[in-house]
């Protein structure tokens, strides 16, 4: 089945530390996304990608990295930078960017003790 | 003003109501309007897809769009305990180098 797969589903880490979250799509998407979800504050954007080797910055893209060296891959690394890391991470894919529907994963819930 | 408004309620109703769920935006040029449902701990996913003004109908959704007054509203009849969910509204314009704008999402708990 044609999707968005997220790993790892939960994932508790120390302050300090790097963490990657996982995010593969077998849809042959071209544009992929990550969004963090807070309770109250509704999706916000952290980074997406329109092509590989291609990203751009969304609305909160600081204290997080990405790559995209593969069209199926676009991987998230949430750095000791960020000051509040402790959210669910989902990732998304579409068609291109803007267009057509989102199709998102199951989401990443990242705690930070 | 954010670009996109929706009540975060949370809204309970019983089984059976009739459930109107809303959006205000500010950005006249948003062409695409879309209702995401999201279930607790899941990822969203797609419920209706819209494009311009009028209403669209799939089975007991109902999504519409009124242009002239920024708004656009999801309608469930005969809601079920398994509507419960989050209901997101999103948006865009629809050209390339621009993202979906979503709403911050509506509660909705259907009681049996």
């Known amino acids: 089945d044609g999707g968005i797969t997220q790993s790892p589903k939960y994932l508790f880490r120390k ?29 916000r954007l952290i980074y997406y990608s329109q092509i590989v080797n291609d990203f751009q910055k969304g609305d909160i ?6 790559s995209r060296e593969k069209k199926e891959s676009f991987p998230l690394t949430v750095t000791s930078a960020q000051k509040n890391p402790t959210a669910f991470y989902l990732c998304a894919s579409s068609i291109q960017l803007s ?8 989401g990443s819930r990242l705690t930070v003790l | ?34 209702w995401y449902r999201q279930y607790s701990r899941k990822g969203p996913e797609l419920l209706m897809y819209t ?26 009849r005969d809601s079920q305990p398994s509507d419960s969910a989050t209901y997101l509204c999103a ?3 629809g050209k390339a180098g621009t993202a979906l704008i979503f709403g911050k999402g509506t509660t909705l708990s259907v009681s049996s």
């Open chain 1, 15 to 43: 302050e300090g530390q790097n963490v990657t979250l996982s995010c593969e799509q077998n849809l042959n998407h071209d544009a992929m996304y990550w969004y963090r979800q807070d309770p109250g504050q509704g999706l």
């Open chain 1, 61 to 66: 893209a600081e204290g997080y990295s990405v």
């Open chain 1, 99 to 106: 267009l057509g529907e989102l199709f998102f994963g199951e």
């Open chain 2, 1 to 34: 003003q954010k670009e996109v408004e929706q009540d975060p309620g949370p809204l309970s109703v019983p089984e059976g109501a009739i459930v109107s769920l809303n959006c205000t935006y500010s950005n006249s040029a948003f062409q695409y309007f879309m």
């Open chain 2, 51 to 76: 494009y311009s003004s009028g209403n669209k109908e799939d089975g007991r959704f109902t999504a519409q769009v009124d242009k002239s007054s920024k708004y656009i509203s999801l309608f469930i």
């Open chain 2, 91 to 93: 948006m865009s314009v």
